[in-house]
């Protein structure tokens, strides 16, 4: 990576916390994802995004600002990328799949916070993390309570926040909220950049939204075929990036390796054993560098064959409808678009245990590993019914409840070894 300090020291990064950062960072992607075998040619461009993904990929951001273009960060997959696009802005995610500052963190809200809030803190105590940094707006989202009350106090420590209610529930009260947000969400957006977003505009917004998720489901229904032709810590990282890339140049990379990935299945090639006991992954998002649970159940032999989570299937599978020719029409898309998202914070959410079922034969999953982070009340509640559902139909699920820290590898690797037996 070339020398980017002024541009660091330029966002306030504190050095000496983000040196650190990097240095756990290098290391852990090192020994994760460059020691896989047989990775697909096309993964060369992920491992390039991460390299700089403090470095190329900031100053690009900075470049933008200085062209007079708002980046926009976000924690949830609510927020709506194509109306962020239409108003001529750039859209990234918020990293929280680090823990950092943990002592600062607990000065200021309780310990027994689930980690993916905790890390967002951290990383904003520490400055450690440039996305942060550099956006002109940080959205965050009334999902569940722990996020909504963080959120109360995480307002003062940065300059730039904005608050989005979310309905949680499935009913036209519901809908109704969601579409007074984004269209609230709208105007902000266009009293930031002092422009009125046009019928093109959201039309193109659209465009390239849908482009992304498409080739991610591309990605998704090549890993149904056996041998597996990608692990599932590289299927899941390239997720990962979908929330820091340029939205247009990583469409262009996913199809690219999903043009190889087919000339390796035509070959009955992979990159895992034949018939290796295939796993649906499912529950709580997991942010970069968050690679724990993966790496444990890759390295027992095993593949992830999907995700069922926001970073993963639950952020992509649906398409906006583009067919509307008035702004309001494509409003009312959007929003029909986000409210088909399954996240644990609706009350009731039954859809989400059909999606499950419906990904593990779409995959051919022989069992489902639910992910919950400790504190997680919608995640974790939601485990029971999961479970309870699956069994009824002879799917075998593991529950695992856990955190950022390293301390329960052992632990968690035994349980997943255990259960991957019996799927063998
Ligand atoms: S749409 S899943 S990205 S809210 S893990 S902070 S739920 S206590 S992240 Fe999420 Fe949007 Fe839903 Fe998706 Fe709370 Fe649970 Fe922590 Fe969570």
């Not at 979310?166 to 947000?181: D, V």
């Not at 692990?231 to 820091?244: E, H, K, P, R, Y």
């Not at 444990?296 to 583009?322: H, K, Q």
Request: aromatic share 8%; net charge negative; glycine share 6%.
């Amino acid at each position: 990576m070339a020398d980017y300090t002024k541009m660091w020291t330029d966002l306030g990064l504190n050095h000496e916390n983000h040196n650190a950062l990097l240095e756990y960072l290098g290391g852990a992607y090192q020994s994760i994802f460059m020691s896989q075998e047989k990775r697909p040619e096309g993964m060369s461009y992920f491992d390039f995004v991460i390299s700089e993904a403090h470095g190329l990929r900031i100053k690009e951001l900075c470049d933008e600002r200085e062209a007079g273009r708002k980046v926009i960060g976000s924690f949830c997959v609510f927020v709506p990328e194509e109306m962020v696009l239409a108003a001529g802005c750039t859209s990234v995610g918020l990293c929280s799949g680090a823990d950092f500052a943990q002592e600062e963190v607990e000065k200021v809200i309780p310990r027994n916070t689930c980690s993916l809030i905790k890390s967002f803190f951290g990383f904003s105590l520490g400055k450690v993390c440039p996305y942060m940094e550099v956006s002109d707006l940080i959205v965050g989202e009334n999902t569940c309570d722990g996020k909504k009350k963080a959120f109360e106090t995480f307002k003062d420590m940065v300059p730039n926040f904005y608050q989005m209610d979310l309905p949680q529930t499935k009913t036209p009260a519901g809908r109704q909220t969601l579409k007074l947000e984004f269209m609230r969400f709208l105007n902000q957006l266009e009293e930031m950049t002092g422009k009125k977003v046009t019928l093109e505009g959201l039309k193109e917004g659209i465009a390239i939204t849908n482009a992304k998720r498409k080739a991610l489901q591309r990605l998704a229904t090549l890993r149904a075929a056996d041998p597996a032709p990608i692990s599932g810590l590289d299927a899941l990282l390239i997720n990962q990036v979908s929330f820091l890339d340029n939205p247009v140049r990583f469409t262009e990379n996913v199809n690219k390796i999903c043009d190889q990935i087919e000339v390796e299945i035509a070959a009955n090639q992979g990159v895992k054993k034949a018939k290796a006991p295939r796993i649906l992954l499912s529950g709580c998002p997991m942010a970069i560098p968050n690679w724990k649970l993966p790496t444990i159940i890759e390295s027992t032999g095993a593949v992830i064959v999907g995700e069922e989570s926001c970073i993963g299937e639950r952020g992509l599978r649906n398409l906006t409808d583009d067919s509307a020719n008035t702004i309001e029409g494509l409003i009312d898309a959007i929003v029909d678009r986000y409210f088909k998202i399954d996240c644990a914070v609706f009350t009731p959410n039954q859809e989400r245990v059909e999606h499950i079922k419906e990904m593990k034969a779409k995959y051919n999953a022989d069992g489902v590993i639910h992910y919950g982070l400790q504190f997680c009340q919608p995640y974790i509640m939601e485990s029971f019914t999961v479970e309870k559902q699956l069994e009824k139909e002879n799917i075998p699920v593991l529950r695992i409840e856990t955190d950022y820290s390293q301390e329960d590898i052992g632990q968690l690797s035994t349980r997943v070894e255990a259960f991957v037996e019996i799927l063998k």
